[in-house]
């Protein structure tokens, strides 16, 4: 059971998930042209009730999710790989595509965002680990990500998330030993 309001962007993923999850809640954000009102709404329903962000593993998306942190404190995120998301035709990639597996696993796994503490990794940290400016950082980021369930990303995007998600350094450093 899923006590909180689920974010999504549009209705064919709220669709999705009330067929993995009968009783979910949703608020859809209409895609990446959020309204000031749907913010508002969001910012009031995670005091309340709190709020979990599934977005589309892709540039509006996290586009989104952006825009959704910058305005609303400690909410909950859960996170499907691309591959999940890719629709039958490869054309299209989306919560809408996922199987309910897959659905389930990342509501399964969700990360508290804490988008209010100071940052506790650096990028000398991640130079050390070798995850940035070497030529094997991509795949050795690539792995972290997948170990984590976080969506694969640049290294300067790994150090915001790893961070915003309050991922310890002796943690990653277990994933790639």
């Keep these: 059971m899923i006590n909180e309001v689920v974010v999504v962007e549009g209705f064919h993923d709220q669709q999705k998930l009330n ?3 009968p009783d979910i809640e949703c608020i859809v954000t209409n895609g990446s042209e959020i309204s000031e009102a749907t913010l508002t709404l969001i910012a009031q329903t995670n005091k309340t009730r709190g709020i979990i962000l599934f977005m589309d593993p892709d540039f509006p998306g996290r586009q989104i999710t952006n825009k959704i942190l910058s305005r609303v404190p400690n909410v909950k995120i859960a996170f499907i ?3 999940a998301a890719i629709s039958k ?3 299209k990639v989306g919560v809408e595509h996922a199987n309910a597996s897959d659905i389930r696993e990342a509501l399964d796994h969700l990360f508290i965002i ?3 503490r100071p940052t506790l990794i650096t990028t000398l940290d991640l ?6 400016n070497t030529p094997s950082a991509a795949k050795r980021r690539m792995i972290v990500c997948k170990a984590l369930r976080i969506p694969f990303c640049n290294g300067k995007t790994f150090l915001r998330f790893i961070n915003m998600l309050d991922i310890s350094l002796s ?7």
């Design 171 to 177: 943690r990653i450093v277990e994933v790639i030993s």
């Design 89 to 91: 035709n490869q054309r």
């Design 19 to 21: 067929s993995v999850y």
């Design 114 to 116: 804490n988008n209010q």
């Design 81 to 83: 790989t691309k591959q």
């Design 127 to 132: 130079m050390n680990l070798k995850l940035i």
